[in-house]
């Protein structure tokens, strides 16, 4: 396991507000978190609880409504588009629940697409770089073949692939057992671990302890903030009770 | 720059993989961009033939056309269509041409038909009149022998010719035993002496002669032409000078204007004394004007510029449409394509990545429709020019691919291609990558759906302007070929013979014809034949002032009167009934005294009435020794020279009576139709003038349907746009519902999960579309009344405002609105609410 010694992220009071005609929706709330360069975190929470809307903005899909956001001591909270793309092709690679490989481009292709959205990289070094991603994952011989003649697992290798290709600072991973078997779920989560172990930095959203249990540390979310696992157990256990205690008030 | 060609190599190996992916896509952009692309550049090219290409003659910017204003002195005009202020007579053309030291020089060209006699068989063809240094000037090479030179065209001369290349090479074969040979041109032998370059037809665009004779011996063209050296009062030559190097048209104008004055001045002296007002017009009021002159002469331009010009906005918005169409269809694929453009942002991809990727897809499009509509665009033009050429003419227009027309087939492609795919490029520009990236399917809505909306309303708006347009048209061909003429043009033949083009001496002529018209009369199934000088409903124009006894006219009054030299059964034959008095017999002759009819117009101005007008005396022309004819019958008014023309004062004079008409067209009356004695016909010509070529033998019907060869031409062509449009728009129309349907399946599963019926559904759908339709119906019918004033001029006998056209094509497109949204609502009420509720 890689030595960690300063903070790859690093976010402050990050809120985000989501306006429908009459409801502000509160999705996240005075967030602040740590993430350390080659740690495993693993983000967990009920359904709403903000975990995914908080991997969107980690990953500059998504920007904060207010809030501190530094990625490799860089403030990024208010780039514009352009800056976000170059940076998450840059620092950042994807690895989405449902692959989204792209059906059109065989696995070489997927996996070279973020290199060819950087300016300057040869196009040896590409190739070098993908057959090696490739290789990582053990996929190196599908190359030629397209998404659709692969199975789900082998799909979210590849994405894997792509997401290591460009050396990213950290990897964002969305549910990535979602839609996989558990065979194909736990191989994939292997994977991971071995990644980590590498030294990548990963931070992995799941509801799913038994995949969450793999991360050096967990991060539980409850209603747009951060809270300790106890508390997130009590809190739980609350709503429960507030639910059962309505339900029977109703009756 | 390597990378950077590299990625643009990638982009573009993955447009074509994307397109090759999706067929049908690929298909139906490329068919619909190469029907609007192909359209413009059949058009373009057609107008760019007549009314913008240079003629392939040596610096043909030094060119200048030479049209002198003023009172003209009164004789006969050429009658090959020209304008008259561009007409010279010899005399004149000779001073200018030795006396000028302004332009390099100056040539003179003319137009008329001969007999071209070679190995026994006589065909009757265009020549061109013209002077020495017609090819000299010009910059024109022989592809054979040699051209036309100045000591050509003197009268010691011996009479040569020159062979055009098309005639050469279609007729002749290309056979180089012609050079040297004696040809009988209009009975007379003339020695061939070269061909002329191919790519050189004329100084005159759209004739097409198939022999240049020198000025000199235009008499073997036009016999009346033997005296011409020395007649100032017959103009039928137009003139072409070429400007010196550097010397603008308007200062070579300012140089020639003395010579002009004084030539004007000498010609003014020959005539005799004058009134002042006329010496003023004639002189002082006289301009030379040099116009430019690098697209040449042409006695068809001015008839073409407006249809083309029409026609060339209509293939314009056929275009647009198929612009729109195809923007249409990519607003949808890039819907369904909404989230791979977002997997693309998420690894790092730019906003002005993903615009090129967009935009490479389109011009790839574009690229292949141009390619397409490039390889169709002279099977067009073949299809239009062989409509608007005279049967057995070369082309007027050449079905060739140039470099002009592939400039622009392939610009407007580009441009067209930008104006599609920027829409769904912006579109992309800003994506919403957290949403569309959690989506389980891969289609997304989102405002592309008004985008797609508005895009099909603009299809139905457009298609309204072209339908209406054609609606427009073709009631107004509809309306031209019911056109009362005045005669019964059923059961009708005409043909046309020239005595002289065969050599028939002039004293030969006059019992040629007499025999002619016995010999025919004598046909089995034919009821009467008739002859005349003018022949009817084929642009003829022939018209004279004249003087009536006891009639003085009001000073302003200037009345051209029509004049018809007629055999004697000619308003029998044709059908146009006497309203008082008699007609022609074969007793008058020039051995009786002159006899006239007039027309019911005729007889109405001068006299009142048509009984009025019977015994009354009308002299041709002014003046003191007049030739008084007696009006011995009124006819009823008839049209003469087209369909669009309105009725003109005519007076009628017996053949018989007229000093020279060798040239007539006759008419047989038959029993059926005039196609059954059509080898009779040919049969007894060829027994009593085996000589004489029969020109122009078709039926009546056939002549009043070519005169409306541009209108045929131009209906037929709006008729297949409004088609295609409508095909277009109702293609449109059903993919934004098929589109919306599909994206409205869990909607609909809902409606029907809570109890709605599958009319209830279906009436969804038709509203929808109802909608857009309308929309574009009442976008389109205002700008189609502003686009219909602009066809005015070729609209007849409706309203640029005709309701019954606004209403029926709004009604055509509602109709096909409907029809187009059949299978979507049929699918939507179809719909299986358990499943549409389970499907994400």
Not at chain 1, 58 to 84: E, I, S
Not at chain 2, 625 to 651: C, F, P, Q
């Amino acid at each position: 396991m890689a030595e960690r010694t300063e903070n790859l992220i690093h976010i402050e009071s990050l809120t985000k507000v989501f306006y429908t005609d009459e409801i502000e929706t509160h999705a996240l709330s005075g967030v602040h978190l740590s993430i350390a360069r080659g740690e495993y975190v693993a983000m967990s929470g009920p359904s709403g609880c903000g975990k995914s809307t908080l991997l969107s903005i980690l990953g500059l899909l998504d920007t904060p409504t207010d809030g501190k956001y530094t990625l490799n001591n860089k403030a990024v909270a208010n780039l514009n588009f352009a800056d976000r793309s170059r940076i998450r092709n840059q620092e950042i690679g994807f690895i989405f629940q449902s692959f989204n490989l792209i059906g059109d481009l065989s696995v070489y292709e997927n996996v070279e697409l973020p290199l060819t959205y950087r300016s300057g990289m040869a196009a040896s070094e590409r190739k070098d770089r993908v057959v090696k991603a490739l290789e990582r994952v053990n996929m190196a011989h599908r190359l030629r073949h397209y998404p659709a003649q692969l199975s789900g697992g082998q799909q979210q290798r590849v994405a894997v692939a792509r997401a290591l290709a460009g050396s990213p600072s950290i990897l964002l991973a969305d549910e990535p057992t979602g839609n996989l078997d558990s065979k194909n779920g736990e191989a994939v989560m292997r994977l991971l671990n071995e990644l980590h172990a590498e030294g990548s930095t990963i931070c992995m959203v799941t509801h799913d302890p038994r995949f969450a249990a793999h991360a050096d540390r967990q991060v539980h979310l409850f209603d747009g903030k951060i809270v300790a696992e106890g508390e997130l157990q009590h809190l739980l256990a609350a709503a429960e009770e507030e639910y059962r205690t309505g339900y029977s008030a109703a009756r | 720059m390597a990378t950077f060609l590299g990625t643009v190599f990638q982009d573009v190996r993955y447009a074509l993989r994307q397109l090759r992916r999706t067929p049908g896509f690929a298909a139906t952009a490329v068919v619909t961009l190469a029907l609007g692309i192909g359209a413009n550049a059949a058009i373009f090219s057609l107008l760019d033939q007549a009314l913008l290409r240079s003629l392939p003659v040596r610096e043909p910017r030094q060119l200048v056309l030479l049209e002198g204003t003023g009172k003209a002195w009164s004789g006969r005009t050429s009658g090959h269509g020209g304008e008259r202020e561009m007409l010279f007579s010899v005399p004149m053309y000779r001073d200018l041409y030795e006396k000028n030291t302004v332009l390099q020089g100056i040539v003179a060209t003319s137009t008329g038909a001969v007999g071209i006699e070679r190995h026994g068989e006589t065909a009757v063809q265009d020549a061109e009149i013209v002077s020495g240094n017609y090819f000299s000037l010009l910059g024109v090479r022989p592809a054979l022998g040699r051209v036309l030179t100045a000591a050509d065209d003197t009268d010691n001369a011996a009479p040569v010719g020159v062979l055009s290349y098309d005639y050469w090479h279609d007729r002749l074969g290309s056979d180089p035993a012609v050079l040297d040979e004696t040809l009988r041109i209009s009975g007379k032998p003339v020695t061939i002496v070269g061909v002329a370059a191919p790519e050189f037809r004329s100084a005159v665009w759209g004739q097409t002669p198939a022999l240049f004779v020198p000025l000199a011996h235009a008499a073997l063209v036009d016999p009346s032409q033997a005296d011409s050296e020395h007649n100032h009062r017959d103009r039928w030559l137009n003139l072409v000078g070429r400007l010196r190097d550097g010397v603008s048209p308007a200062a070579a104008e300012a140089g020639m204007t003395p010579l002009w004055h004084a030539l004007r001045a000498d010609e003014l002296a020959a005539m005799g004394s004058k009134p002042g007002g006329f010496t003023a017009d004639f002189l002082t009021n006289s301009r030379l004007h040099l116009l430019e002159g690098a697209t040449g002469l042409s006695y068809s331009r001015q008839r073409l510029e407006k249809p083309l010009l029409i026609v060339m906005c209509m293939a314009g918005l056929m275009l647009l449409l198929a612009a729109v169409n195809v923007a249409g269809l990519l607003l949808v694929r890039s819907a369904v394509r909404a989230r791979e453009f977002c997997v693309r942002y998420a690894l790092g991809a730019t906003a002005g990545r993903i615009v090129r990727q967009v935009l490479l897809e389109g011009f790839l499009l574009g690229f292949a429709g141009a390619v397409l509509g490039v390889a169709l665009a002279p099977m067009v033009v073949r299809v239009l020019s062989s409509r608007l050429t005279d049967p057995g003419d070369p082309l007027l227009f050449l079905p060739t691919v140039d470099g002009r027309m592939l400039a622009v087939s392939f610009a407007l492609a580009m441009v067209v291609s930008l104006g599609f795919s920027v829409v769904p490029a912006i579109q992309l520009r800003k994506p919403d990558l957290v949403s569309t990236l959690k989506q389980q399917g891969s289609t997304s809505a989102g405002r592309g759906l008004n985008l797609r909306s508005v895009a099909v309303s603009l299809q139905v708006a457009l298609s309204v302007l072209l339908l209406v347009c054609a609606g427009l048209l073709v009631r107004s061909l509809q309306n031209l070929r019911h056109v009362d003429v005045g005669f019964n043009t059923e059961q009708l033949l005409t043909l046309h013979i020239d005595p002289e083009l065969a050599g028939y001496p002039a004293d030969r002529i006059a019992p040629l014809q007499r025999d002619v018209l016995a010999a025919l009369s004598g046909i089995p199934g034919v009821r009467s034949v008739a002859a005349t000088d003018s022949a009817e409903i084929a642009g003829s124009d022939s018209g004279t002032n004249v003087t009536v006894e006891g009639y003085t006219a009001p000073p302003e009054e200037d009345l051209d009167i029509g004049r018809i030299g007629v055999s004697p059964l000619y308003f029998a034959t044709l059908q146009e009934p006497l309203v008082a008095g008699r007609a022609f017999t074969e007793n008058d002759t020039l051995d009786h005294p002159p006899v006239a009819i007039v027309n019911q117009s005729f007889a109405r101005h001068y006299f009142g009435s048509a009984t009025a007008a019977l015994g009354k005396r009308m002299a041709r022309g002014a003046g003191n020794k007049l030739r008084w004819m007696e009006i011995v019958g009124v006819v009823r008014d008839a049209r003469h020279i087209g369909l669009r023309d309105d009725v003109k004062m005519t007076d009628f004079t017996p053949l018989a009576q007229e000093k020279k008409a060798a040239d007539v067209t006759l008419y047989l009356r038959t029993a059926e139709e005039p196609q059954t004695v059509f080898r009779d016909v040919t049969a007894t010509m060829h027994r009593v003038a085996p000589m004489l070529a029969l020109q122009h033998m078709m039926t009546m019907g056939d002549q009043v349907d070519r005169t409306l060869a541009d209108e045929r031409t131009i209906g037929l062509l709006a008729a297949a746009f409004g088609v295609l449009a409508t095909g277009l728009a109702g293609i449109g129309l059903y993919g934004v519902l098929a589109y919306n349907t599909a994206q409205r399946t869990r909607e609909i599963g809902i409606r029907m999960a809570l109890g709605s019926s599958r009319a209830a559904v279906s009436r969804l759908v038709l509203a929808e579309v109802l909608l857009l339709a309308g929309a574009g119906v009442l976008a389109g019918l205002p700008c189609a009344l502003l686009l219909a004033r602009m066809l005015r001029s070729q609209l007849y006998g409706v309203s640029a405002t005709d309701p019954v056209t606004l209403a029926s094509v709004a009604m055509l497109m509602l109709a096909v609105a409907l029809v187009s949204a059949l299978l979507p609502a049929r699918r939507a009420a179809h719909v299986d609410p358990n499943q549409a509720l389970r499907s994400e």
